[in-house]
Structures are given as C-alpha cells and as structure tokens.
C-alpha cells in the first residue's frame, strides 16, 4: 500500500510539474495564436508564481484539517476542470485563469505531497530517499511535457488545435484522482494542530524566525536562484553565445532537464546509503568544476560550429550536465527540514518552503537577465559559483538543524 501511495503522489506531483512548466510554450501559443502582446503573454508567469505564494499562505495551515489525500483528489478533479475548460475557450484570459488555478493547485499539492512524505517515511534517510525520487520523476514530468507540448503545437495546422494536449491532461489527472481513490492513508498525526489555522500562522512565523530555518530557507532561496537563472536563460546562452540555431538552442536546454530529473532519481537511492552532507559537498564542489571548466570552452566557440547535434561545440553537452550535480540539494534540504519536525509541524514548514521557493525562481531569473543584459553570456553564468559557495556555508547550520530534531 505503501508502493501504490508513493505512485499516486509521484504522478500527481509529475502532472503539475507539466503544468507548471508548460507557461514558455503557452507565451508562444498565444502571442501567436490569441492575439496577445509579449507584456501580456510575460502575465502567465506572474499568473502562476504569485497563485503559488497566496496558496502556500493562506492555505498551509487548513490543509491538514482538510487531508492531504482529500486535498490532492480536490487538485485534480479541479485541474481536470480547468484543462478541459481551457482547451475550448480559445482566449487569453483562459491561460491566465488555468494558471491562477494551476499556480493555486500547485501550492496545495506542494503542501499536502511533502507533508504525506513524512507519514510515509521511517527515518530521515528513507524521507531524503522518497523526496528526490518524486523530485525526480517531477522533473521527468517537466521534460515530458516539454516534448508533450511541442508534438501537439507541432502537428497543429489550424492554430487552436495544440489545445487538443489539455485533454489528454484532464484524462491523466482523472486518472491519477481514480488511483488516489484506491489508496489509505493514516493521517492522525497529521492534524494535531490542523484545526486551529491561526494557532498554524502563528506556527510559520515561529519557524521563519529560527536561525536554523533561516539558513535552510536561504540554503532553498540561494538554490532556486541557481536552477530557474540556468533554466530559464540557457535557450538564450546556446544561441547568443554558443552560436547555436534558435530551435536547436531550446532542445539541447532540455539536455538539462534529464539530468535534473537523473540526478534525482540517482539521490534517492545514493542518500539510503550516504549521509547527506558529503554528498550535497560533492555536489556543489562538481558544479563548481563544471562551470570554470566549461565557460572558457564556450568563449571559444566561432558562429557556424554548431548547426546539427552532430557538430555541436563541447561546451553545449557538458554545461547542461550541472543539473545532474545540482539536482540533490533542493529535495535533500527539503527533507533535513522536515525530518527534523514533529509531524504536524510539516504543513507550515512546507508553507515557507514554497513561499522562498517562489522568490528564489523569480529573482534568479530577473538577474540572470541582467547579467546578460550587461556582461557577455558566458561571463553571467559565472554569477552561479556565488550562491553555490554560500550554499556550502550554509550546509553545516542546515545539519544542525537535523540534529536539533524536534527540539525546535
């Protein structure tokens, strides 16, 4: 039972993960196809990453009271809904409205997923284990939903019928609400303090104010800085630097998702067996490696080297490869955090975690941005080597947290 539980969580987190990430190919879609502006397709992030933050807010604390089972069968019957609802709109306010919800959901299941780990898991090395795993196969949702979006926009001859991948997606969610029916889930200790939602406010206040916290809420800040600037601006870097055609810059990006997604997977059976701290060590001292041996190579690349994936530059294949190292840190800081409380005390910690989450992506990216905006792209991408340095300061405080258990 336990198995079938970890399943419906994994495809539950995964299917989110496609929607949440799918916001780059609606941008295209409509801007091409319902008459929006850039300034009004640029609205879809911001539809989305603000719904996360108001969710994780307000919501954090009412989800136990609600259940965490209950609270994931709601998403998807709700986020059947709205995919279905958007696939006949046809409208720009359509998009924005499923991402609203999409963002809303996403908060939720954030929420109620991370909190279900800690009912399901035995100490905190299988909790570390079971987190990068559904962070692993989220991120293989994230990259088959790249590919998802591009056959449907691909084989689209009218310009509506890419909406046709929103059906597909209701049918997936029904189905993973259908499979949410079939499991049980002891929830007991779960709602201690879920049914007194200000007694759970004035619980994430408490938290946010703990050095311990801060550290590993600035640790997840510093990281999502990191993995939303090199996702988001990699396209950008492969073209403009790499020198690369525009639709081969987009797919050899998705090079980084799968070793997100590898990376992930591989820390879920790595950290049974390993204490975390070495390995997260190793981790950023790879990444490290990676971006000073890597970013002089690019530096060299002439325009015209890479025009198939056959002749692609060196640096196209091993710069994307950072994912791989970076991929343990978030769910494995995540975990620490969690493992480290009494389980009732797992809904607001979640809560935070997101809220700084969603900064840590926006931020990141918005420097990124500036970077490229005022340096050459090669030297932007050096701006990664300082969060990483922090995060390996940070790591001794964020074990100590572990070590504090529920004492804090």
């Not at 319902?34 to 911001?46: I, K, N, Y």
């Not at 990068?132 to 989220?138: D, L, M, Q, R, S």
């Not at 950290?271 to 001292?285: I, N, Q």
Request: proline letters at 4%.
């Amino acid at each position: 039972m336990q198995m079938r539980t970890i399943v419906a969580l994994a495809l539950t987190y995964a299917l989110l993960g496609i929607l949440m990430n799918s916001v780059g190919a609606v941008i295209l879609q409509s801007i091409r196809h319902l008459d929006a502006t850039r300034m009004m397709g640029s609205s879809l992030e911001a539809c989305k990453d603000l719904s996360v933050v108001a969710a994780s807010f307000l919501l954090a604390t009412r989800v136990p009271a609600f259940g965490y089972r209950r609270a994931l069968i709601a998403v998807l019957a709700m986020m059947a809904a709205a995919c279905l609802a958007a696939s006949f709109a046809e409208s720009f306010v359509a998009m924005q409205l499923l991402f609203v919800i999409t963002g809303l959901c996403f908060g939720v299941a954030k929420i109620a997923t991370y909190s279900t780990i800690g009912l399901l898991a035995s100490d905190p090395a299988d909790h570390a284990s079971i987190t990068g795993t559904i962070e692993g196969v989220f991120m293989i949702g994230v990259l088959i939903g790249a590919w998802l979006f591009g056959w449907f926009i691909g084989a689209d001859e009218q310009g509506g019928g890419w909406l046709r991948v929103y059906w597909l997606l209701a049918g997936l969610c029904i189905t993973a609400a259908l499979l949410w029916l079939t499991v049980t889930l002891d929830e007991r200790e779960a709602v201690a303090q879920g049914s007194e939602p200000a007694a759970g406010w004035r619980e994430m206040a408490r938290l946010a104010l703990l050095p311990a916290t801060v550290a590993i809420l600035l640790g997840l800040f510093l990281y999502v800085l990191i993995e939303q600037g090199i996702g988001t601006w990699l396209p950008t870097f492969n073209s403009e630097v790499l020198h690369l055609p525009a639709a081969i810059s987009v797919q050899m990006s998705s090079i980084f998702l799968a070793a997100l997604a590898l990376g992930r997977l591989a820390s879920g059976i790595v950290l049974r067996r390993v204490e975390w701290l070495p390995v997260l060590l190793g981790c950023l001292a790879a990444i490290a490696l990676i971006v000073i041996a890597t970013l002089p190579l690019a530096r060299q690349v002439e325009p015209g080297t890479g025009l198939g994936w056959a002749d692609m530059p060196l640096a196209a294949y091993l710069f994307p490869l950072l994912g791989f190292f970076l991929a343990p840190i978030y769910p494995t800081i995540c975990s620490v955090a969690l493992s480290a409380l009494p389980r009732h005390r797992h809904p607001p910690m979640v809560g935070l975690i997101v809220i700084f989450s969603a900064l840590g992506g926006t931020i990141g990216s918005f420097l990124t941005g500036m970077l490229f905006e005022h340096l050459s792209g090669a030297l932007a991408f050096y701006f990664v080597l300082l969060p990483v340095t922090l995060i390996a300061f940070l790591l001794p405080a964020i074990r100590a947290r572990q070590a504090q258990g529920a004492a804090a």
